[in-house]
């Protein structure tokens, strides 16, 4: 039997923490609208649907939390020789819910899509 590593125990928690905030989100009745990634809780844009936009949001999280659980998963049963693989595939799930949070879900659930808040000073 292989020994679990530290890297496969961190890559796994990550997932843990990341599908337990996604139900927390589909569980919950969030009265402001919540964003994807680690940086903010809460999106700095109104949404047109709220239950709908965080159900979308809830689901990414969730997702991407089993599919990171999946990949330390694999590294407990191949073991170490494959760590830095398993690593930048884990980092490439989130990158990937990134870009789908923001060339989809918040296209399709921003109430003004002309409106951009993080450029409002340089235009």
Request: with cysteine; glycine share 8%; hydrophobic share 50%.
């Amino acid at each position: 039997m292989k020994e679990i590593s530290y890297a496969s125990i961190l890559i796994v928690l990550t997932g843990v923490i990341s599908a337990f905030l996604g139900l927390f989100i589909l569980l919950t009745k969030n009265k402001k609208q919540t964003a994807y990634g680690y940086g903010s809780f809460h999106a700095a844009y109104e949404v047109n649907d709220l239950k709908a936009y965080n159900k979308a949001v809830g689901m990414l999280w969730l997702i991407s939390g089993i599919l990171v659980c999946a990949l330390g998963a694999i590294l407990w049963f191949v073991g170490d020789s494959i760590a830095v693989w398993i690593a930048i595939a884990a980092i490439a799930v989130y990158v990937g819910g990134s870009t789908y949070y923001v060339t989809s879900i918040t296209k399709r659930f921003r109430k003004d899509p002309t409106h951009d808040e993080l450029w409002k000073d340089v235009k």
